[in-house]
T-cell receptor, first 112, second 116 residues
Framework: GQQLNQSPQSMFIQEGEDVSMNCTSS?????WLWYKQDPGEGPVLLIA?????ELTSNGRLTAQFGITRKDSFLNISASIPSDVGIYFC????????????FGKGTRLHILP | DAGVTQSPTHLIKTRGQQVTLRCSPI?????VSWYQQVLGQGPQFIFQ???????GRGNFPDRFSARQFPNYSSELNVNALLLGDSALYLC???????????????FGSGTRLTVV
């Protein structure tokens, strides 16, 4: 079945640093998604990418849909304490069942 | 506006028991999906329902079942609970056509199930 490899598994950074994480897939997706999950909450959609090569920003977040449709990255600029959490990449092939395939997540820690 | 509401928030069950989890989608949303999130992993797709019909099923045993009601709320049932069923169960509510591009999926905060 389809699998997503997300890296790194965890990151420890200083406040103000930029962050980069990526996701690769064994198969093609026509939609890539990036979610953030805080403790005790469900995932919240940050960015959705619909076209190969698309580069989309949401505030300090920027994500790109790889041209092969098998990868995506998420960058966070000038990290702040509230960026702490788990970031998930996810792929979707919109068809009859809209099944979202999630990566295992990147846990972001910000050092004081 | 209320988001996706799930109940209960937490529960503890014994192996072999049965459990029913409930989800109310965002008003106007007709699609509900269920995901299982084991600790340290990403969510895994269990079911999707749209307009009371099952549209998709993930790789889960028949012990897992679900249904959607006329008001678009949904229940997830798990029979003969195993220790490995301990997880956060997430419900996602979909937009007008239930697809991401037409409004996106919004997740609830989940039900934390512990099987002992």
């Amino acid at each position: 079945g389809q699998q997503l490899n997300q890296s790194p598994q965890s990151m420890f950074i200083q406040e103000g640093e930029d962050v980069s994480m990526n996701c690769t897939s064994s198969s093609i997706f026509n939609t890539w998604l990036w979610y953030k999950q805080d403790p005790g909450e469900g995932p919240v959609l940050l960015i959705a990418l619909y076209k190969a090569g698309e580069l989309t920003s949401n505030g300090r977040l920027t994500a790109q849909f790889g041209i092969t449709r098998k990868d995506s990255f998420l960058n966070i600029s000038a990290s702040i304490p509230s960026d702490v959490g788990i970031y998930f990449c996810a792929g979707l092939n919109e068809n009859r069942d809209d099944k979202i395939i999630f990566g295992k997540g990147t846990r972001l820690h910000i050092l004081p | 506006d209320a988001g996706v509401t799930q109940s209960p928030t937490h529960l503890i069950k014994t192996r072999g028991q049965q459990v029913t989890l409930r989800c109310s989608p965002i008003s106007g949303h007709k699609s509900v999906s269920w995901y299982q999130q084991v600790l340290g992993q990403g969510p895994q797709f269990i079911f999707q329902y749209y307009e009371k019909e099952e549209r998709g099923r993930g790789n889960f045993p028949d012990r897992f079942s679900a249904r959607q009601f006329p008001n678009y709320s949904s229940e997830l049932n798990v029979n003969a609970l195993l220790l490995g069923d301990s997880a956060l169960y997430l419900c996602a509510s979909g937009g007008v056509e239930g697809t991401l591009s037409l409004g996106g999926y919004t997740f609830g905060s989940g039900t934390r199930l512990t099987v002992v």
